[in-house]
């Protein structure tokens, strides 16, 4: 009887797959079922992912691996998931030349309503020395731009003012202006006397 010696080290060969010489309908079948980065355990080797030899789609399953960033030049700053709540900050930032009467702003892109892909959110922080000049207290604190901008009180009296002078505007002018009703009609009539 032969002695089985202990291996001493690591052995590995690779399982290599059989190759199928059936029709290329089945295959491009397989092919769209399994995507580049998700393999089902039957076609891995041992394990392991083995990248096809076909440079086309090595190309392709290399894109789907790179990250996606603004670039070198802007320190490849990465694509936002945009939320409802980001999405509105966004909004009103497009449209802070509205908000306030005493600020000017450059003209943006107010045609194109596309949202920024590449951006990021800070929080701003105080210096010491700004303590009782321009420090936001607790209360004036919110989580979002939209919260923040929602509990000024002075912006909203500012847009009630400004909503009703375009209602006013807007009101449909014609007979209906000049008709004179109920009680008032006498007092009218008698202003028109003297």
């Known amino acids: 009887m032969p002695e089985n010696k202990p291996v001493i080290g ?20 397989k092919e769209a079922e399994t995507s580049a980065v998700y393999k089902p355990s039957s076609e891995l080797i041992d394990g392991l992912f083995v990248p096809p030899n076909d440079p086309k789609k090595v ?9 996606d960033t603004a670039g070198k030049n802007w320190f490849d700053m990465p694509a936002q998931t945009i939320t409802p709540e980001l999405k509105r900050d966004l ?21 194109s309503k596309a949202l920024p892909k590449y951006f990021q959110v800070g929080t701003v922080i105080e210096p010491a020395s700004e303590y009782y000049s321009s420090r936001l ?3 004036e604190r919110k989580t979002t731009i939209t919260d923040e ?7 909203g009296l500012y847009r009630k003012r400004k909503v009703r002078e375009i209602e006013e505007h ?3 002018g014609g007979v209906d202006k000049w008709k004179i009703r109920g009680s008032q009609s006498w007092k009218r009539a008698k202003q028109r006397r003297h």
């Open 149 to 155: 901008l929602l509990s000024d009180r002075k912006l």
């Open 59 to 67: 190309n392709k399953f290399l894109r789907k691996q790179v990250k």
């Open 137 to 139: 207290t607790k209360k």
């Open 91 to 111: 909004q009103l930032l497009k449209l802070r030349g509205a908000m306030d009467p005493k600020r000017h702003y450059k003209k943006s892109d107010l045609k």
């Open 170 to 172: 807007n009101r449909p």
């Open 10 to 29: 690591l052995s590995w060969e690779p399982k290599l797959p059989q190759l199928s010489f059936g029709t290329k309908k089945s295959s491009s079948n």
